[in-house]
């Protein structure tokens, strides 16, 4: 393959559904993002709304069945660079309540699969429409206040990629029954495909960091025929439970998605005791989703099926630059790539590789648009940073850029600074080290930390081996050149160190339906949130064949005498 050479589109964007309707289902468009300018009608709308949340505390139950459930067993929900507020509190699942959920999506799932693709779709196409309408400033609030981002991330996160979420897996989903049937069918044979789900529910488990990733885990297997378990992770569950409240106002049937705030350990236990546990859709730390595959590996005798398994850990994304690079577009990409929201994403840029005429010219400039960043509450618009999500990750950051500041091989070329005393204030730090197999430079630091590491111009191929061995991750990765034969050879060197691979970019902000979302090594299954791939890993196909014609005579034609 060679960079730059991408296919052209063809008719089959537009896919029907059955072999026997007359209408085409068009490929859907990506949802605008709103600008929030100042004077605009959605940043008056917004501020509304945030001043509206906050002033009140919520009760979050958790919802079975279509039930919501008060345990009474809470815990307050707070918002991370105000952390003296409380947003709810939640009340955490027992291992009743766990069971339940369990027994409840599998009961679910027969009358959800009897009501056909199409009416499944129709459901999370309105899920989509009401997001994009009178549910846009509620979801995106939440997610201001409760995962502590600017109005611009939660714009991206919680409506625009949800939205695109949902419409495009239905669009992908429609297109399965055709894609997938049999091209051969002899005389007096007719064979198809038939597009089951997988029989039983599907665990899903989801991070803090993206509200969209979090919806979409358990309503992408919910869309071709599966029923889910849904644990939101801990730092989540207030925005969450307006995305749970938005489906079922969109006429989610009860039981098809449960919603569990409570211990991923207990509730994985009551899962995989469950022999109708189907299948796993996970976003987290790489050690969690191998402890859960050990584990799924020892529940199998006990389990009606093989589980799928799919999961997108962590990473340790690079920007590797070459010494003809745009310098100016290398510093940009940098700032945005590692320090937007605090650098908690997965594929945020947490190491570079710099060429040494390349550091000269650009790291007082760097240093310069650093220090240009305000950080602060997510209310105030000037802000492009705001606190990281809770005392447990402000401790670990902390201790990276601490520990780093005792080595000899390292320095803190700027920020370093951190504050909790009323939220959890980390400022935009850059490692420079003389090791490229240093802690910071290797390792998952989820927070907003660059480390760099300057090499000899003249080492280019060098670099690019170093950074394809130097870290257990593949997520994301960019190169940063203007000639296309370096472009080239970084590509080719660094075919395995990414899923998702830049040329002149910040590795963040994959789109649905563009860029589909994965990586392999440590970094998960890499079968692409945003594109069908993921979609077909929660269907179990059955092939049939109609005879029109049965034999009706036992012998062969081998077997008659000479």
């Not at 939205?163 to 007096?188: K, M």
């Not at 899903?204 to 919806?215: E, H, L, V």
Request: aromatic share 10%.
């Amino acid at each position: 393959m060679e960079v730059g050479k991408n296919q052209t589109p063809s008719d089959s964007n537009n896919v029907r559904w059955e072999s026997s309707a007359d209408t085409m289902t068009e490929q859907p468009l990506n949802e605008p993002v709103l600008g929030y300018s100042p004077g605009s009608p959605e940043r008056n709308s917004i501020i509304q709304e945030i001043d509206r949340q906050m002033s009140e505390t919520i009760e979050i139950p958790c919802i079975i069945n279509g039930e919501e459930v008060y345990t009474g067993h809470t815990i307050p929900q707070v918002i991370p660079h105000n952390h003296g507020h409380i947003l709810a509190n939640v009340h955490l699942a027992g291992r009743e309540e766990m069971e339940s959920a369990c027994s409840a999506a599998v009961d679910a799932q027969r009358s959800w699969i009897e009501i056909g693709l199409e009416e499944r779709c129709k459901i999370f196409e309105k899920c989509a429409d009401l997001l994009a309408g009178d549910w846009r400033m509620r979801v995106n609030a939440s997610t201001m206040l409760n995962q502590s981002k600017t109005v611009f991330q939660a714009e991206i996160d919680s409506a625009c990629e949800l939205i695109d979420f949902w419409r495009f897996n239905c669009h992908y989903a429609r297109g399965f029954h055709d894609d997938f049937q049999p091209l051969v069918s002899p005389e007096g044979v007719v064979n198809s495909t038939d597009i089951r789900p997988l029989e039983g529910f599907v665990l899903s488990i989801t991070p803090f960091n993206f509200t969209s990733i979090a919806a979409n885990l358990p309503s992408a297997p919910a869309i071709v025929g599966c029923t889910s378990v849904w644990k939101p992770s801990r730092n989540s569950y207030y925005s969450n439970y307006y995305l749970m409240k938005l489906m079922m106002e969109a006429g989610l049937p009860p039981g098809v998605i449960n919603f569990l705030p409570g211990s991923g350990a207990e509730i994985t236990e009551v899962a995989l005791s469950n022999p109708n546990f189907a299948g796993l859709h996970f976003t987290g730390s790489t050690a969690t989703f191998q402890g859960l595959w050990q584990e799924i590996g020892l529940a199998l005798p006990k389990l009606n099926s093989y589980p799928r398994i799919v999961g997108e850990t962590g990473g340790k994304d690079f920007v590797v630059a070459h010494p003809d690079c745009d310098r100016r577009g290398l510093v940009v990409a940098l700032l945005r790539g590692a320090f937007e929201y605090q650098g908690q994403k997965c594929s945020a840029a947490s190491r570079a590789y710099i060429p040494r005429s390349v550091w000269e010219g650009i790291s007082d400039e760097l240093s310069d648009e650093i220090g240009k960043i305000a950080m602060g509450d997510a209310r105030d618009f000037t802000n492009f940073m705001t606190a990281v999500i809770d005392k447990r990750a402000f401790d670990k950051i902390s201790g990276y850029i601490q520990r780093a500041t005792e080595r000899d091989s390292c320095e803190v070329f700027c920020g370093g600074g951190c504050d909790d005393t009323v939220g959890y204030f980390i400022e935009p730090t850059i490692i420079l080290t003389e090791d490229p197999n240093s802690e910071s430079m290797i390792e998952e630091i989820f927070g907003p930390v660059l480390t760099v590491y300057v090499y000899e111009d003249d080492e280019f191929d060098a670099i690019l081996r170093v950074c394809d061995e130097a870290s257990p991750y593949a997520l994301t990765g960019s190169i940063f050149s203007t000639n296309e034969e370096n472009i080239q050879r970084a590509f080719e060197a660094l075919r395995f160190t990414a899923g998702n691979f830049y040329i002149n970019d910040k590795p963040t902000g994959a789109v649905v339906a563009q860029q589909p979302f994965g990586g392999a090594r440590a970094s998960g299954t890499n079968d692409k949130a945003g594109g069908p791939l993921n979609l077909l890993r929660w269907i179990s196909p059955r092939s049939v064949k109609r005879t029109l014609r049965p034999p009706h005579d036992w012998t062969y034609p081998f077997m008659q005498q000479e």
